[in-house]
């Protein structure tokens, strides 16, 4: 990608070279956006790229780490240089380790809210004067259903994305005037590569997990990423402030069934 402006929207999205965040890339290209590819893992968004480059789209891989304080700026100085425009941001990337309340250190409390938190916090503030020229803003925060329900072991992420929940809102109630929406996408339970950074026995974590979700499986990451196209998409220009969940019923409560 090289430096200039774009006459197409263009969306930010971080976490970008996997899972939900690489499936909202797809889907984003697929209608036209110019797809910035943020994450830390520079071979995974590079492969995400080539997919959107080969199906004729246009993507910019950035690599940094979000929990660092210069990354927002990085972000859209690379983005504007490259598309002169940001009209939507997707954020997506994610820290999770799981622990019970005799497990926290500060570390453990600074990496969740570093990255789940502070960084889509700096990123958005970065991105407003850009999504304020927008004629199509938006901005997509990627909850959890842990941030309305108690998970065992889930105490830390859980309230990242609880945290992130009332930013929405705080937002979409600023930004309205702005024409600016925000709104959440809370997901549970979708088969990513995220439960392996915390699960030593991914089988058991597996099945455990598809036996809490009331429609008795994971879901996918495009399940997931067509609900962020949709409530970022101009189709849905009333709607701001929503958490919606994406969960196959996780939030609904354990089945009976499984013994909950
Ligand atoms: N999978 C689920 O069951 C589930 C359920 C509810 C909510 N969610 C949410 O869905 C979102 C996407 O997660 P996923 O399931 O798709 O997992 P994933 O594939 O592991 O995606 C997370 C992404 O975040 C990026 N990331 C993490 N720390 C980062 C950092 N410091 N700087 C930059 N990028 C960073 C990772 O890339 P690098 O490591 O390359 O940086 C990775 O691509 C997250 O917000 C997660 O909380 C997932």
């Given at each position: ?9 263009v ?5 970008a ?8 890339a797809?889907?984003?290209?697929s ?14 968004l ?8 080969e199906g004729?789209g ?11 304080d210069?990354?927002?700026?990085e972000?859209?100085?690379r983005t ?5 425009r ?6 997506n990337?994610a820290?999770?380790?799981t622990?019970?309340?005799?497990d926290?250190?500060p570390e453990l ?12 916090l ?7 004067a850009?999504?304020?020229r ?10 959890s259903s842990?941030?309305s329900i108690?998970?065992p ?22 930004l309205?005037s ?11 339970v979708?088969?990513?590569p995220?439960?392996a950074t ?11 997990l598809?036996?809490r ?13 067509e609900?962020?196209?949709i409530?970022?998409?101009p ?16 939030v609904l ?7 909950g």
């Amino acid at each position: 990608m090289s430096g200039g402006s774009s006459n197409n929207p263009v969306v930010i999205i971080t976490g970008a070279g996997s899972g939900i965040g690489a499936a909202t890339a797809r889907r984003f290209a697929s209608h036209g956006y110019g797809v910035v590819l943020v994450g830390r893992r520079q071979g995974l968004l590079d492969d995400v790229r080539s997919d959107i480059v080969e199906g004729g789209g246009s993507a910019l891989v950035v690599t940094v780490d979000l929990a660092s304080d210069e990354s927002a700026e990085e972000v859209v100085a690379r983005t504007t240089s490259a598309y002169g425009r940001i009209d939507v941001l997707v954020n997506n990337a994610a820290y999770i380790q799981t622990g019970v309340l005799d497990d926290v250190t500060p570390e453990l409390v600074d990496r969740h809210f570093d990255v789940n938190v502070r960084a889509p916090l700096l990123l958005t503030q970065a991105c407003l004067a850009h999504l304020r020229r927008s004629p199509e803003a938006s901005v997509v925060n990627v909850g959890s259903s842990l941030g309305s329900i108690v998970m065992p072991g889930t105490m830390l992420y859980g309230s990242t994305k609880a945290a992130l929940e009332y930013l929405t809102r705080a937002w979409a109630y600023q930004l309205a005037s702005d024409r600016i929406r925000v709104n959440c996408i809370a997901p549970g339970v979708i088969d990513t590569p995220i439960h392996a950074t915390y699960s030593d026995n991914l089988e058991k974590t597996y099945a455990d997990l598809a036996r809490r979700v009331p429609m008795g499986r994971m879901g996918t990451p495009e399940e997931v990423a067509e609900w962020i196209w949709i409530v970022a998409s101009p189709p849905t220009s009333w709607s701001t402030g929503n958490i919606i969940h994406v969960d196959g019923g996780h939030v609904l409560g354990i089945p009976e069934a499984a013994g909950g």
